[in-house]
């Protein structure tokens, strides 16, 4: 598993599991991610802050999850690319790293492709959305270590 390069454990809250295995390919996919020991199902327990996140903050539930659960996991970091999960965690004091750093990563230590293309097939297959400035910001910075 190439994401253990970075972390020990990746933790998937439910809406997030649920949310990806809409389909059944990926359905195999997430599978296959959980039986590597890195992936791990994580049921939160705050329900009143997924509420609360859900609501106030116009999240939707599966980053209300993944935020709550950062802290109930005590996680340092919050992978995600929604840009206001993104703030809320790094309010929270959590290192914040999205899809677009993880790959540019992958590919300065030879385990990725290029991540422009790679950014431009889930833009194409998933409807991803990233700008350029972002992407060319997470490609300049895949040197600098995570802590």
């Known amino acids: 598993m190439k994401l253990s390069q970075f972390f020990t454990f ?3 809250p439910r809406e997030v599991e649920t949310e990806a295995s ?3 390919r990926r359905r195999r996919k997430l599978a296959k ?3 590597s020991g890195v992936f791990r199902k994580c049921v939160v327990s ?3 802050g997924i509420e609360s996140l859900t609501r106030d903050k116009r999240l939707d539930r599966g980053e209300a999850e993944a935020l709550v659960q950062t802290q109930e996991q005590r996680a340092l ?3 995600g690319d929604e840009p206001l999960a ?3 965690a790094a309010n929270m004091g959590r290192r914040v790293i999205g899809t ?4 540019a990563r992958l590919n300065l230590i030879g385990l990725a492709g290029d991540p422009r293309l790679l950014i431009n097939e889930l833009r194409k297959a998933e409807n ?3 700008t350029e400035e972002v992407l060319g910001q997470a490609i300049e910075s895949a040197s600098t270590p995570l802590l």
Request: proline residues 0%.
């Open 128 to 130: 991803f959305y990233i």
């Open 46 to 48: 705050d329900s009143t």
């Open 100 to 103: 677009a750093a993880i790959l």
């Open 86 to 88: 993104r703030e809320i």
């Open 22 to 24: 809409r389909k059944k």
């Open 10 to 12: 990746i933790y998937i």
């Open 77 to 79: 970091f919050f992978i």
């Open 33 to 35: 991610l959980f039986r």
